[in-house]
């Protein structure tokens, strides 16, 4: 079955840039797209398709892809940044929606 | 602005039913592909069903296929998930979600608050 593969755990310092990493096979065929979900919260989306972001998403935020591996990186990072990520994409058939087990962002 | 405000939650024992609605404003909703996701306590996103803008393609993962039924009022902008069966790993908070296009197009850019399911006796 397809997978999504995320570091369970990342920690930043304030104002520095971090980069959290999905990876999986459906990645080579299929964009990946990113929310955060802070406690207590519903997930947002963040980015889509190539490089997007919604309105009112910082551009602080922006996201690549390079073989079977999705990233989302944050330059300069803010305290509001601590959140849980979690990637997004679709499974081999295309039919299916499979997520990232999620990162925990720390900014320190 | 799009909103989507999820109801029908509820404690519920073991091998009982339950209808979750998501009521839609401020877009298109039969011109969207709508989603089911869910959320156990500390534990990660779990997509577990979508339906197309019309209604007419319904997709279900494993761990719910045969016992939940993902269903759509394109009259009325809303989204139900009927759910029977239910196992205490069922438990979650059950979000719904929309996306932009009518068979989905990969990313869910408008979710709604959730609602919760407690699965005990």
């Known amino acids: 079955s397809s997978e999504l593969t995320q570091d369970p755990a990342v920690s930043v310092a304030l104002g520095q840039t971090v980069t959290i990493t999905c990876q999986g096979d459906?990645?080579?065929?299929?964009?990946a797209s990113w929310y955060q979900q802070k406690p207590g919260q519903a997930p947002i989306l963040i980015l889509y398709?190539?490089?997007n972001r919604p309105s009112g998403i910082p551009d602080r935020f922006s996201g690549s892809r390079l073989g079977n591996t999705a990233s989302l990186t944050i330059t300069g990072a803010q305290a509001e940044d601590e959140a849980d990520y979690y990637c997004?994409?679709?499974?081999?058939?295309?039919?299916?929606?499979?997520f990232g087990g999620g990162t925990k962002l720390t900014v320190l | 602005e799009a909103q989507l405000l999820e109801s029908g939650g509820g404690l519920v024992q073991p091998g009982g039913s339950l209808r979750l609605s998501c009521a839609a404003s401020?877009?298109?909703?039969?011109?969207?592909?709508m989603s089911w996701v869910r959320q156990s306590a500390g534990k990660g996103l779990e997509w577990i069903s979508a339906?197309?803008?019309?209604?007419?393609?319904?997709f279900y993962a494993d761990s719910v296929k045969g016992r939940f039924t993902i269903s759509r009022d394109n009259s009325n902008n809303t989204l139900y998930l009927q759910m029977s069966n239910l196992r205490a790993e069922d438990t979650a908070v059950y979000y719904c979600?929309?996306?932009?296009?009518?068979?989905?197009?990969?990313?869910?850019?408008?979710w709604g608050r959730g609602t919760t399911v407690t699965v005990s006796s």
């Open positions: 979600a929309k996306d932009p296009n009518y068979y989905g197009s990969g990313y869910f850019d408008v």
């Open positions: 401020g877009f298109s909703f039969s011109s969207c592909a």
């Open positions: 339906i197309s803008g019309g209604g007419g393609s319904a």
């Open positions: 459906t990645l080579r065929s299929y964009y």
């Open positions: 398709s190539k490089n």
């Open positions: 997004k994409s679709r499974d081999n058939s295309g039919n299916y929606v499979i």
